[in-house]
Nanobody, 116 residues
Framework: VQLVESGGGLVQAGNSLRLSCAASGSTSSITFMGWYRQAPGKQRELVVTITRGGGRTNYADSVKGRFTISRDNAKNTMYLQMNSLKPEDTAVYYC??????????WGQGTQVTVSS
């Protein structure tokens, strides 16, 4: 499985961004997908995960009500709509996919910078 993120950039606080993650390869083996982020000097942390069918999501408390995850299995693409962005959301955002063997795949990351 290969994952490619896009959509990062520089925005002012309060604005929005939408990240995309395009999956290719053995996408039928994917069960969970999600977004993680890593700020400078900090550990990588969970942002949100979603099941294959999209029926179950798990958001970090820090983004609940502001971020929305979705996936289009027909396009093998996952999205993260980020609204009301805050400076503390600044990080490299990584796309993650987990297959039925619990093996994790990662994208290369996309930088999101929120200015105050």
């Amino acid at each position: 499985v290969q994952l490619v993120e896009s959509g990062g950039g520089l925005v002012q606080a309060g604005n929005s961004l939408r990240l995309s993650c395009a999956a290719s390869g053995s996408t039928s083996s994917i069960t969970f997908m999600g977004w993680y982020r890593q700020a400078p000097g900090k550990q990588r942390e969970l942002v949100v995960t979603i099941t294959r069918g999209g029926g179950r999501t798990n958001y970090a408390d820090s983004v609940k009500g502001r971020f929305t995850i979705s996936r289009d299995n027909a396009k093998n693409t996952m999205y993260l709509q980020m609204n009301s962005l805050k400076p503390e959301d600044t990080a490299v955002y990584y796309c993650n996919a987990q297959d039925y063997r619990y093996f994790n795949y990662w994208g290369q990351g996309t930088q999101v910078t929120v200015s105050s």
